[in-house]
C-alpha cells in the first residue's frame, strides 16, 4: 500500500500509540543497523499504530551525521517488511526541522521514502512571527501531510498562543497536533483553538510525558479528546503504553477514579526518573537510551552528542521506578521476542 492510499487521518483519529523512535548506536558511535531495525520490530510487535523517526528521540544531530535518510529507510524497510506478511499498517511519522527549505527538503525525503505525515519542528525559529510560521506550514503542506507539534520550551520549543494555534487549525494539510508544551494551560489553548476552527478531521495527540493518563482520559469542555499519544515516554515500555491506550478508550477504570489518578501518578514518577526532570530534562535521550539498554534492545547507550549522558543519579532513580512500579514494565515481553527482532 503506498502513502498515497492510506487514509492516514482516520486511522490517527482512531487513536495510536506512536512511539518516538530512538536511534541505535554502538559503542565507538556507528549506526547499529541490525538493533535499530529491531527496535522498529519491537514496537509494531507491540501493536503501536505508528512510530516517529527523525524526532528528537531520534537525536536531532543524524541531520549533520549524514544519517537523516539512512535512519528513514532503515524504519521505512522494516515496516514495508513488516506489513507484507499482513500485518496492520502503521502511520509513519517523520520529524521535519529547520527553516523553510530544510524543512521541504526533508519532507519530500520523508515522502519519498514512503512517510505518511512530517513532524513540523519549530525549535530554532526564535522570536520569528507567526505570519512566517505559518507560512512555513504551508510550504510543508504542499509536500506531506502536516503534524502538528507544541514543543516543550525546556528542550529546545518556544511558546505558541491560542491565536497561532487558531489559525494552524485552518490549514487543510494539517492532520494531527501533538500537544506537548508540558503545562496545562497551554495545552487547553491548542484544544479550544482546534475546536473554535471547527477541524474535527484533526487528531489531537498528547505529548505530554508528565500528564499521559489525564490527557487520555479527559474530555474536554469542546467536545475534543486526545486521539492517542505520540511521545518519547512511549519509546520504552510500549507493550505497556498500547495496554493503557486500549484501557482509556474501553472505559476500564477499574472501578475507581482513584484508580486511573494512581496510574497516571506512577507513570508520571517513571517518567520523571527517564526524562531526567530533575534536571531540566538534560538526561532525556540518555534516559531513554538507558531502558533500551537494560533490556537488550540496544546494545550501547552512546548517544551522537557526547554530551548526552545520564546525570548524576539518574540511573538510580530509573532503577527505583522500574522496582516500585513493576506493572509499567514490559520486559518479559521484550525477553520473549527479542532475539526474533534481532534475526
Known sequence: ?????????????AGQVIPAHPLALDAAGHLDERHQRALTRY????GAGGIAVGVHT???????????????????DALDAIESDGRPRMARVAGVCGLTGQAVAEAALARDRGYHAGLLSY????????????THAR?????IPVFGFYLQPAVGGRPLGYDFWRRFAELDDVAAIKIAPFNRYATWDVVRAVGDADRRDVALYTGNDDSIVADLLTAFPNGLRMAGGLLGQWAVWTRRAVDLLRATK??????????????????????????????????????????????GLLRSTRCLDGRDVLSRGQADA??????????????????????????
Do not use: K
Not at 525549535?123 to 505559518?134: F, P, Q, T, V
Not at 484508580?259 to 530533575?278: E, P
Open 123 to 134: 525549535a530554532g525559529w526564535g522570536d520569528a512571527g507567526d505570519d512566517a510560521m505559518l
Open 139 to 143: 510550504a510543508v503542506g504542499e509536500i
Open 58 to 76: 531520534t537525536q536531532f544531530a543524524i541531520r549533520d551525521r549524514g544519517l537523516l535518510e539512512p535512519v528513514l529507510s532503515l524504519a521505512a
Open 250 to 295: 474501553a472505559g476500564d477504570s477499574g472501578g475507581t477514579a482513584s484508580h486511573w489518578l494512581a496510574r497516571g501518578a506512577a507513570l508520571t514518577d517513571a517518567n520523571a526518573a527517564i526524562f531526567d526532570a530533575a534536571n531540566g530534562f538534560a538526561g532525556c535521550i540518555a534516559g531513554i537510551q538507558e531502558v533500551l539498554f537494560r533490556q
Open 43 to 46: 514496537y509494531a510487535s507491540a
Open 318 to 343: 530509573i532503577t527505583r521506578v522500574c522496582t516500585a512500579y513493576p506493572d509499567l514494565l514490559d520486559d518479559e515481553f521484550v525477553c520473549a521476542h527479542l532475539d526474533e527482532w534481532l534475526r
Open 1 to 13: 500500500m503506498t502513502a498515497a492510499s492510506f487514509d492516514l487521518r482516520a486511522h490517527l483519529l
